[in-house]
C-alpha cells in the first residue's frame, strides 16, 4: 500500500480510536442501523464503536456520529468518506487515492527518452524519469537525492516551466556539447553563458509531453510503470515507489 495511503488511513483510525457505544438516532430503523454498526465494527476490527447513526440526503448513505466527529458509510458499514477519500474500511484501502493514481498514470514508452539525459547507477535495474527545473527549490533538494540512488536508471527531462529565465538556462544546457555535466552544474546553482543557438526541436517535444499529460509541476518522477510522482516525495516513500513501481516488464525493453 502506498505510504501516503497508509498516511490517510493512520489520520482516519486515529479518529475512530478509543470511541464508546451510544444510542442509535431514531430515524433510521433497527435493522438497518444494526447492520451498519456491526459493519463497521467488523470492518474495523471493533476499532470503533458507533454512537449514532442518522440518515442523509443521499439513499444509502449514513451519517456515523462518534464523540462529536462526523463521517459517512455505506449501509454495509465497509465503505466510508474519510478526510475528503472514499476508504474501504475492511482493507484499509484509500479508493480515491488509488483512482487518482490511475488518472495520472504517464506509459512509459509514451516518453521520449531519446531527449532525456540518461544516468545509470549501479546494475541500473530499476528506472525513472525526472521532470526538473533549475528555478525549482525542491528540484535543486531532490536531485541531490537522486544522485545518491544506486542500481537505477534515470532519465532527467530539462522541463523549463517553473519560471522565465528557466528557458534560457534550459537552451543553454540543450545547446552545449556537454548537455549532462551543464545540466548539472545548472541544478546545482551555476549560472553559465554559452550559446544557446542550436536545434530545439527535441525540447520542444518535451514541453508538448508535459502539456498532453497535465505535468504543471516540478519535481515530477515517471516510474517504469506509469504511476507518476509529483513534488517533495519524502525519501522513505520514495524508495519504496521505486522499489514497487520501478521496474521495466519484460515488453517493456
Same mark, same amino acid.
Given at each position: 500500500?502506498?505510504?501516503?495511503?497508509?498516511?490517510?488511513?493512520?489520520?482516519?483510525?486515529?479518529?475512530?480510536?478509543?470511541?464508546?457505544?451510544?444510542?442509535?438516532?431514531?430515524?433510521?430503523?433497527?435493522?438497518?442501523?444494526?447492520?451498519?454498526?456491526?459493519?463497521?465494527?467488523?470492518?474495523?476490527?471493533?476499532?470503533?464503536?458507533?454512537?449514532?447513526?442518522? +440518515?442523509?440526503?443521499?439513499?444509502? %448513505?449514513?451519517? !456515523?456520529?462518534?464523540?462529536?466527529? $462526523? =463521517?459517512?458509510?455505506?449501509?454495509?458499514?465497509?465503505?466510508?468518506?474519510?478526510?475528503?477519500?472514499?476508504?474501504?474500511?475492511?482493507?484499509?484501502?484509500?479508493?480515491?487515492?488509488?483512482?487518482?493514481?490511475?488518472?495520472?498514470?504517464?506509459?512509459?514508452?509514451?516518453?521520449?527518452?531519446?531527449?532525456?539525459?540518461?544516468?545509470?547507477?549501479?546494475?541500473?535495474?530499476?528506472?525513472?524519469?525526472?521532470?526538473?527545473?533549475?528555478?525549482?527549490?525542491?528540484?535543486?533538494?531532490? +536531485?541531490?537525492?537522486?544522485?545518491? %540512488?544506486?542500481? !537505477?536508471?534515470?532519465?532527467?527531462? $530539462? =522541463?523549463?516551466?517553473?519560471?522565465?529565465?528557466?528557458?534560457?538556462?534550459?537552451?543553454?544546457?540543450?545547446?552545449?556539447?556537454?548537455?549532462?555535466?551543464?545540466?548539472?552544474?545548472?541544478?546545482?546553482?551555476?549560472?553559465?553563458?554559452?550559446?544557446?543557438?542550436?536545434?530545439?526541436?527535441?525540447?520542444?517535444?518535451?514541453?508538448?509531453?508535459?502539456?498532453?499529460?497535465?505535468?504543471?509541476?516540478?519535481?515530477?518522477?515517471?516510474?517504469?510503470?506509469?504511476?507518476?510522482?509529483?513534488?517533495?516525495?519524502?525519501?522513505?516513500?520514495?524508495?519504496?515507489?521505486?522499489?514497487?513501481?520501478?521496474?521495466?516488464?519484460?515488453?517493456?525493453?
Amino acid at each position: 500500500m502506498p505510504r501516503v495511503v497508509r498516511g490517510r488511513l493512520a489520520a482516519a483510525a486515529a479518529l475512530f480510536v478509543s470511541l464508546t457505544a451510544g444510542a442509535i438516532a431514531a430515524d433510521v430503523s433497527e435493522k438497518v442501523a444494526a447492520q451498519i454498526k456491526a459493519g463497521v465494527n467488523a470492518n474495523t476490527n471493533g476499532a470503533v464503536r458507533v454512537e449514532q447513526i442518522n +440518515t442523509t440526503p443521499l439513499t444509502n %448513505i449514513y451519517e !456515523v456520529i462518534s464523540e462529536g466527529e $462526523i =463521517f459517512y458509510v455505506n449501509e454495509t458499514g465497509r465503505y466510508s468518506f474519510v478526510g475528503g477519500s472514499l476508504m474501504d474500511l475492511k482493507s484499509k484501502t484509500d479508493l480515491t487515492a488509488l483512482q487518482q493514481d490511475k488518472r495520472m498514470v504517464i506509459p512509459f514508452n509514451k516518453l521520449p527518452l531519446q531527449h532525456a539525459i540518461k544516468e545509470v547507477h549501479g546494475d541500473g535495474s530499476r528506472v525513472m524519469a525526472l521532470f526538473e527545473d533549475p528555478f525549482c527549490p525542491i528540484c535543486r533538494v531532490f +536531485t541531490k537525492f537522486v544522485d545518491q %540512488i544506486d542500481n !537505477v536508471t534515470i532519465y532527467r527531462f $530539462i =522541463f523549463p516551466i517553473t519560471d522565465r529565465r528557466s528557458q534560457s538556462l534550459a537552451r543553454m544546457a540543450w545547446c552545449s556539447r556537454d548537455r549532462a555535466g551543464v545540466w548539472k552544474a545548472i541544478m546545482d546553482g551555476a549560472r553559465p553563458q554559452l550559446p544557446e543557438s542550436c536545434n530545439t526541436d527535441g525540447l520542444v517535444e518535451i514541453l508538448k509531453l508535459g502539456e498532453r499529460y497535465g505535468m504543471n509541476n516540478t519535481p515530477t518522477v515517471v516510474l517504469a510503470s506509469g504511476k507518476r510522482l509529483v513534488g517533495a516525495t519524502p525519501p522513505e516513500q520514495f524508495m519504496d515507489e521505486l522499489e514497487r513501481g520501478g521496474r521495466l516488464k519484460a515488453d517493456q525493453r
